[in-house]
């Protein structure tokens, strides 16, 4: 049950001014650095402050980004294929579309960082403006540095 007399914060050297969700996690943005974008980001902890393994495994993932990069593409391609057909199908198709691996990372776009117990990362990434699909969420899992795709969310 969420905490009605008023919120925990942290000032994260790393991460930024946090609110806690008065259950496990805690809720910021951050700068992504390979993105220059800022970012949401929520760090599983049970309700202890993040710690070091959480500032670790955020800059493991900013320097591992463009490594990363083509794995992230297959997955986020593997959730958007069976879309594909049914976009051009429906003609709302604006010539942005994505239609191969090599364009999924410039059709989309890093939007959420989950940090889970235990160090597994859920990245969620939604399309860029000319793709047409505004509320699309697609989420893919980075354990060990693989990456599995996770879901597909309109």
């Known amino acids: 049950m969420r905490c009605s007399s008023g919120l925990r914060t942290f000032e994260d050297p790393v991460f930024g001014r946090l609110e806690y969700d008065n259950r496990c996690v805690w809720n910021g943005t951050v700068r992504f650095r390979p993105t220059s974008a800022e970012i949401g980001v929520a760090i599983e902890t049970g309700g202890s402050e993040p710690g070091d393994v959480h500032r670790t495994r955020f800059r493991e993932l900013e320097e591992r980004w463009s490594i990363l ?3 992230l593409a297959r997955a986020l391609f593997e959730l958007w294929a069976p879309y594909l057909a049914e976009w051009d199908a429906e003609s709302r ?3 942005e579309l994505p239609r191969c691996v090599e364009d999924m990372m410039r059709r989309t776009q890093l939007d959420h960082l ?5 160090g597994s990362l859920t990245l969620s990434f939604g399309f860029q403006p000319e793709v047409g699909w505004d509320d699309a969420t697609m989420s893919v899992g980075v354990s060990d540095w693989g990456v599995t795709p996770k879901s597909l969310d309109d």
């Open 114 to 118: 989950a940090i889970e117990d235990g």
């Open 69 to 71: 990069a083509p794995s």
């Open 93 to 95: 198709s604006s010539g």
